[in-house]
């Protein structure tokens, strides 16, 4: 989720980052994180960092350009816990196909070049 102003609404939150704000807390899918009562505005805009912090998301901000990002969910931070490879096959030395999804659950190096 990158944005513009860390003060946002609900329907915004749930938009960028699948998480709903109900009486009973943040909730996606089948797991509901109890969170404090959220100081919005008039506008039911809200301090999107305060409920990212309460959610395990990391927060950035780029002050060159005055942007925030808000990354998902991440356990203890160390790791994307909801950060999913999709699937793909490419092509080996030989031209024959490399099913990444044969790999799931072990080590991979990808390397990328590119002339640009």
């Keep these: 989720m990158v944005l513009d102003r860390l003060d946002v609404t609900a329907e915004e939150f749930e938009r960028a980052t699948g ?3 109900e009486p009973r807390g943040a909730c ?9 009562p959220l100081d919005a505005d008039d506008d039911g805009r809200f301090d999107a960092a ?3 912090d309460c959610l395990g998301m ?4 780029d002050e060159a350009h005055d942007l925030w990002a808000i990354g998902p969910r991440s356990g203890d931070r160390r790791v994307l816990d909801s950060a999913r490879m999709p699937d793909l ?8 196909p490399f ?18």
Excluded: E, I, T
């Design 19 to 21: 998480w709903k704000l």
């Design 28 to 36: 996606q899918d089948d797991v509901c994180v109890p969170l404090p």
């Design 50 to 52: 305060a409920v990212a």
């Design 58 to 61: 990391p927060v950035a901000h």
């Design 89 to 96: 096959v490419l092509s080996d030395f030989d031209g024959n």
């Design 99 to 116: 099913d990444l999804a044969q790999r799931r659950g072990r080590k991979v190096v990808l390397v990328a070049w590119s002339s640009w």
